[in-house]
């Protein structure tokens, strides 16, 4: 079992900065490539971007790369989700999940755990 607890999120303005931190416990989180997705009120959760165990593999949605990082730090068991130049349209709640395979990372039924979510509200 990996527990994960997301943080970080809150409102900012649009074109602003913000990075959310997703922290496990349980397992080794070496062990688990990562993923964040995200839900907005009404629509179905969606990818935004992996990071493999070692961090050595990152893969992100189109819509939000070259403006999002995801990072991980093993020795903190902590991965985190870089977001810059923020949009109106990405408000939602953002997730992290946490999955032993580094394959098909866009699927989020894939994930076997899940945490329980932080609101980012980006105001126009």
């Known amino acids: 079992q990996v527990q994960l607890v997301e943080s970080g999120g809150g409102l900012v303005q649009a074109g602003g900065s913000l990075r959310l931190s997703c922290a496990a416990s349980g397992r080794t989180f070496s062990y688990y490539a990562v993923g964040w997705f995200r839900q907005a009120p009404g629509k179905e959760r969606e990818f935004v971007a992996a990071i493999s165990r070692s961090g050595g593999n990152t893969d992100y949605a189109e819509s939000v790369k070259g403006r999002f990082t995801i990072s991980r730090d093993n020795a903190k068991n902590t991965a985190y989700l870089q977001m810059n130049s923020l949009k109106p349209e990405e408000t939602a709640v953002y997730y992290c999940?946490?999955?032993?395979?580094?394959?098909?990372?866009?699927?989020?039924?894939?994930?076997?755990?899940w945490g329980q979510g932080t609101q980012v509200t980006v105001s126009s």
């Open positions: 999940a946490a999955r032993r395979q580094y394959v098909d990372v866009i699927i989020s039924r894939e994930y076997s755990y």
